[in-house]
């Protein structure tokens, strides 16, 4: 069966340093991969999704970047975070090209930033 | 360009009680549809989906949804409810075309609070 993996669960970071999640699936191949914010009152708000190795869309234009090295990895970074990058992020995979098919979470990783 | 409107933020309810969360989307195209339920510092996990045919879907935990094309609704409904439902329930819609990045669009959430 497939699974997915976040880590790290929680990080208390100071303004101004970089960040780097990460995100693994096992289980099925060239999976679509997502990254989302979840704020608070403010619904889950997609970052990034990656529907192959090295090919990353943005959905809206931030202080964060993605990387997808392999076919089943994908990471989230920053080079020096902001007060607003504090959040839930929430990294997902769904089944290649098609549209009706559920996206499937990873447990999260809680960001706050100080 | 799809939406998608929760339209309580909170919904207080006794145990053992019905409940209905509402969902309403837009949309000019076909759509699929989804319901997840998120629990305390956790991701979100599949309730259920609509795709096609029957209008009425059952999902896990014992919740059921109902297609409304006309209404462009798709609400979900627990005859009775448990303590552990209490939770946030998103609702989200997939754009029906072929060659899809299977984006969704979720609404912005409803916390529902089941007290004894």
């Known amino acids: 069966s497939q699974t997915i993996h976040q880590w790290p669960a929680t990080l208390v970071q100071p303004v101004g340093s970089p960040l780097s999640l990460e995100c693994t699936v096992e289980?099925?191949?060239?999976?679509?991969l997502y990254w989302y914010r979840q704020a608070a009152g403010r619904g889950l708000q997609l970052l990034f999704y990656s529907v192959g190795i090295g090919q990353i869309s943005s959905e809206v234009p931030q202080n964060l970047s993605a990387s997808r090295p392999q076919d089943r990895q994908f990471i989230l970074s920053s080079k020096k975070l902001l007060l607003s990058d504090s959040g839930f992020y929430l990294c997902?995979?769904?089944?290649?090209?098609?549209?009706?098919?559920?996206?499937?979470f990873g447990d999260g990783t809680r960001l706050s930033i100080l | 360009a799809q939406s998608v409107t929760q339209l309580d933020s909170q919904v207080p309810v006794f145990e053992e009680a019905p409940v209905e969360l509402r969902c309403n989307y837009s949309s000019s195209v076909s759509v699929y549809l989804f319901w997840y339920v998120q629990y305390p510092n956790q991701g979100l996990q599949l309730l259920l989906k609509?795709?096609?045919?029957?209008?009425l879907v059952k999902g896990i935990n014992g919740f059921e949804a109902e297609f409304n094309k006309s209404q462009t609704s798709f609400h979900l409904r627990k005859p009775s409810v448990h303590i552990s439902d209490t939770a946030e329930y998103f609702c989200?819609?997939?754009?029906?075309?072929?060659?899809?990045?299977?984006?969704?669009?979720f609404g912005k959430g409803t916390k529902l609070s089941v007290k004894p």
């Open positions: 989200a819609v997939s754009r029906n075309y072929g060659g899809s990045q299977g984006n969704l669009i």
């Open positions: 289980g099925t191949s060239n999976p679509n």
């Open positions: 609509y795709l096609s045919g029957s209008t």
């Open positions: 997902a995979w769904s089944v290649t090209r098609s549209s009706n098919q559920p996206q499937h």
